[in-house]
Nanobody, 115 residues
């Protein structure tokens, strides 16, 4: 099993930045893909960014050029640096991890961007 704990959410003005962190309960060297998803009220959960164990990242079109996902396997942590935030980025952000053919989720962290 893998426990994931997100942190770093909060309230920020449009144009501002936040960095989300997701700490894993076991070595991320043993975890394959990790990612960030988000869910706004009334919407389905959607992929924001994902990163492989080797560091290859991919992004949703809506965040390309603004968000950066990174992974520090020495700290068992994955990050999401969010710049130039927009009100439409407001959502609960969830970390996930694929470990031995199962997907695990964190509890989520709220990000609110005011206009």
């Amino acid at each position: 099993q893998v426990q994931l704990v997100e942190s770093g959410g909060g309230l920020v003005q449009a144009g501002g930045s936040l960095r989300l962190s997701c700490a894993a309960s076991r070595s991320t060297f043993t975890i394959s893909d990790m990612g960030w998803y988000r869910q706004a009220p009334g919407n389905q959960r959607e992929l924001v960014a994902a990163i492989t164990r080797g560091g290859t990242a991919n992004y949703a079109d809506s965040v390309k050029g603004r968000f950066t996902i990174s992974r520090d396997n020495a700290k068992n942590t994955v990050y999401l640096q969010m710049n130039s935030l927009k009100p439409e980025d407001t959502a609960v952000y969830y970390c996930n991890a694929d470990y031995y053919w199962k997907t695990y989720w964190g509890q989520g962290t709220q990000v609110t961007v005011s206009s």
